[in-house]
């Protein structure tokens, strides 16, 4: 977010088809929860399009890349790497100590596929589990990124959008972005 | 949780195949962040069974149940609904009342598939915002959980599971959940 160190996130691993929307969600939950981008695996186009739409429709600053190396981007990351793993250490043990890191520097967030190798847990910083128990890779990046930026991500604004959601108690009210 | 009112979570439409993995992960998620139970439509019955094989291996309690009737569990319950739409009212904003309402009474969340009706809008004690962004019914159930809970969900213990995952800072460590 603004006035931070970046914060990007990884989708390590993508099968066309089946992930497609899996991906998506990952891309879109990167941008909406504070993550200034997403870097994807490089047969995930299609969801490279989704997200660069909705951030063309609904506002930015928020990038979207392809990747042919992930293990690459890894290696190569300046900055602090955490991945997010069921098997990993409780995040309510080491939030804290991810907070300061990233304070000071690049943060970058790895989402798993299904099969991640032994390397990818090697190469983070910290392998960071949002529960111990099988559930979602979006579910679990949603949560890790409202904890990082402590609920500051709510508040962001958006810059460039072309329609703004206005909250409402009952109903769906959008309006052209630059209605105020 | 153990000792607090139920929390469900009613999953509002499911296209077969299309929507397999998305309703799976709502159930998954509603699982691990501390609801009680999952109510999912009558078409879901492949989600249901991942769900109930994942709690069968990692531990419970936690029901999961078809209905034919979305809109008559969300008008006969008896406490109080919350409906997540990026529609709704900022979650910053109303998170201290669902608490305190949750506190007192059983709460029903109600994710939302691709259409919702306005009866749903009208029928919710509160239409909840995670973001007004586009982005995930997963990653929005997560947050709000997460934040309904105050983290508590975290602390979770499990009962009559036959695996148990080891928090570990790098590798993976399973164990018979009788193994302390």
Do not use: C
Not at 13 to 40: E, K, N, Q, S
Not at 140 to 167: H, I, K, S, T
Request: no cysteine.
């Amino acid at each position: 977010m603004h006035n931070e160190p970046e914060v990007a996130v990884l989708r390590y691993g993508h099968r066309p088809g089946r992930d497609d929307r899996m991906t998506t969600h990952v891309g879109l939950t990167a941008r909406a929860l504070g993550a200034d981008r997403v870097i994807l695996p490089d047969n995930a186009g299609h969801s490279m399009e989704t997200v660069e739409d909705i951030t063309g429709r609904f506002g930015g600053p928020f990038e979207v890349e392809l990747t042919e190396a992930l293990n690459g981007v890894i290696r190569n990351w300046e900055g602090k790497v955490v991945h997010l793993t069921m098997y990993g250490e409780r995040v309510q043990d080491v939030e804290a100590d991810i907070r300061e890191a990233h304070a000071e520097e690049p943060l970058l967030v790895v989402v798993g596929g299904e099969k991640v190798p032994f390397e990818v847990y090697e190469g983070a910083d910290w392998n960071v589990g949002v529960t111990n128990q099988p559930h979602s890779e979006v579910a679990g990046l949603a949560v890790f990124l409202d904890r990082l930026f402590d609920g500051r991500e709510l508040d962001r604004e958006w810059e460039d959008a072309e329609n703004r959601v206005v909250p409402m108690a009952t109903g769906k009210k959008v309006v052209p972005a630059d209605e105020e």
